[in-house]
């Protein structure tokens, strides 16, 4: 996958960051270490839950496509993370459920002296009837090319 830059970025761009498909095994290991509460973690706990059954912490989605998908297009660009903001948790992720990531520029401001540029992203996490699941606004400071 290509790094991207400056001239990728435009208000209003979509990008198609892929599907995702947590397993049951994913989500727990990823509860135990950061988010340890038993309708993450205890199958059967999670069966009486209010939610039927075991579900993903709310950042392991964000978490693994940030990681897996937005990182490798952009690394070389990110100067530091400025904000998070509106993150809403709208619908459980289960595990074996497809679901599809994309993320939008939103809002750039360049500040042509410091050579940066403060692009809004907005992420959205959709179910397999596209409906959100969850979605996150980001602000990242990134470099400005030379």
């Avoid at 599809?100 to 940066?116: C, M, Q």
Wanted: with cysteine.
């Amino acid at each position: 996958m290509e790094t991207l830059t400056f001239n990728n970025f435009k208000v209003n761009t979509r990008i198609d960051l892929g599907v995702t498909v947590l397993t049951e095994k994913e989500i727990i290991d990823f509860a135990k270490l950061f988010d340890p509460l038993e309708f993450h973690t205890n199958p059967e706990v999670a069966r009486k839950s209010y939610f039927g059954g075991i579900i993903a912490s709310g950042p392991h989605i964000f978490n693994l496509v940030h990681r897996t998908q937005w990182i490798p297009l952009f690394k070389d660009t990110v100067v530091c993370g400025i904000e998070l903001r509106s993150w809403k948790f709208l619908k459980p992720v289960y595990p074996g459920k497809p679901i599809h990531s994309y993320v939008t520029i939103t809002d750039l401001k360049p500040n042509p002296e410091k050579r940066v540029v403060a692009v809004t992203w907005f992420y959205e996490f959709l179910d397999e009837s596209h409906e959100p699941v969850q979605t996150l606004e980001m602000t990242i400071l990134h470099k400005l090319p030379k």
